[in-house]
C-alpha cells in the first residue's frame, strides 16, 4: 500500500504537519466525527482529540451541536487569511516588546562595541537591511541601494582616486565630496550609527546626545561638501561640465579631476576654459559661484 502524504505547507503560520494532515482529510470528508476521522487517519481516539482542539483553537474547523459531534473544516482561504493576520500581530507584539525592552534597559549614552570583520559586515548589513527613510553616509562606499530609502553620502577626496570609483559614488544616491573628512560613519534613520574606531572595530550607538552631535557634524560636513551628482537643469553647461566644476570647487587639481575623470589633464584644461566663457568668469572661483546662483550645481 503506497502511504503518499503531500508536504505540509501551513507550518510558517504555526500549524504542525499532523494538525494539517488532519485539517486535508476533515477537508475531504466534512461533518465527520471523531470516530470517522480516526478511522480515516488511524490513530488512537486521544491523538485525534487531541489534534482536534489544536484546529478549533486554530479556526481551523468548527464543531456543530448535538451528539456525536461532527466537524466542519474552514475555508481554505479564510482560515489562511486569518492565520496570517494572527501571525502578523504576533510579529507587531514581539517589536513592541523589543522597543519596550530597549527603552528599559539602555541608558542614554549606551554603546556596543562590534569586533571582527565576519560581525561587522553582518551588523552593517542588518542595518542598511532595516533602513526606512534615510541612510546618512561619511566616506564608506555602499555595496547598495534600497528602493524608498534616501541616501546621502559625503567623500573625502582621496577616497575616490579612480574613475571607476567615481561612478560607484554617483550611484549610491545623492553625494558630496569634501577634503579631509574626519571620520567615517553610516546613520540609519537617524536613530542608529556605526562608527568605525579601529581595525576590526565598530562602535554602534544609538539615540543620545553623541549621536546628536555626529548627526549635527554630518549637516555640517554637508553643507560645505560640493555635489558630486549636480541636477540636471537647463543652462550654459552640460552635465559633464557640471560635474567638472563640482570637483574644481571642492578644491582638486586639474591634475587630480583629470585622474578621476580618466581623461587627459589638456582635455579638463581645456573644459575648463570653456566653462569660464559660458559663465562669464576670470576666475574658477567666480565661475562656481555663478553657477551656484543659477542652480546648476545643488
Known amino acids: 500500500m503506497h502511504n503518499y502524504r503531500p508536504a505540509p505547507v501551513l507550518e510558517a503560520l504555526g500549524v504542525c504537519s499532523e494538525d494539517e494532515q488532519l485539517y486535508r482529510v476533515l477537508l475531504a470528508r466534512p461533518e465527520a466525527t471523531a470516530t470517522d476521522l480516526a478511522a480515516s487517519v488511524d490513530w488512537p481516539a486521544n491523538r485525534v482529540s487531541r489534534h482536534l482542539r489544536s484546529l478549533l483553537s486554530l479556526g481551523l474547523a ?13 475555508v481554505p482561504e479564510a482560515a489562511v487569511e486569518l492565520l496570517a493576520l494572527r501571525k502578523q500581530a504576533a510579529i507587531v507584539e514581539a517589536r513592541l516588546g523589543a522597543a519596550l525592552l530597549t527603552a528599559e534597559f539602555r541608558q542614554p549614552d549606551a554603546f556596543t562595541v562590534i569586533r571582527g570583520t565576519e560581525a561587522i559586515a ?11 527613510d534615510e541612510v546618512l553616509v561619511l566616506d564608506q562606499l555602499l555595496v547598495s541601494t534600497r528602493h524608498g530609502v534616501t541616501y546621502r553620502t559625503i567623500y573625502d577626496m582621496d577616497s575616490l582616486s579612480q574613475p571607476g570609483d567615481l561612478a560607484a559614488a554617483r ?15 553610516v546613520v540609519v534613520d537617524r536613530r542608529i550609527a556605526l562608527l568605525p574606531t579601529g581595525v576590526d572595530v565598530v562602535v ?5 546626545s ?19 551628482t549636480p541636477a540636471v537643469s537647463e543652462g550654459p553647461l552640460t552635465s559633464d561640465d557640471r560635474q567638472l566644476l563640482s570637483l574644481a570647487a571642492a578644491g582638486l587639481t586639474d591634475q587630480a579631476i583629470a585622474r578621476r575623470l580618466g581623461v587627459a589633464q589638456r582635455t579638463v584644461e581645456r573644459r575648463m576654459q570653456r566653462i569660464l566663457r559660458a559663465l562669464d568668469a576670470t576666475t574658477r572661483f ?3 559661484l555663478r553657477a551656484g546662483q543659477q542652480g546648476l550645481l545643488v
Open 286 to 288: 567666480q565661475a562656481g
Open 62 to 74: 468548527s464543531r456543530t451541536p448535538g451528539r456525536p459531534a461532527r466537524y466542519v473544516p474552514a
Open 204 to 208: 554602534e550607538l544609538g539615540p543620545s
Open 210 to 228: 553623541l549621536l546628536d552631535a555626529l548627526l549635527r557634524l554630518f549637516d555640517l560636513l554637508w553643507q560645505q561638501a560640493s555635489p558630486l
Open 122 to 132: 553582518q551588523r552593517f548589513y542588518q542595518a542598511h537591511q532595516c533602513a526606512q
Open 171 to 185: 550611484s549610491t544616491g545623492r553625494c558630496r565630496i569634501l577634503r579631509d573628512v574626519p571620520l567615517k560613519l
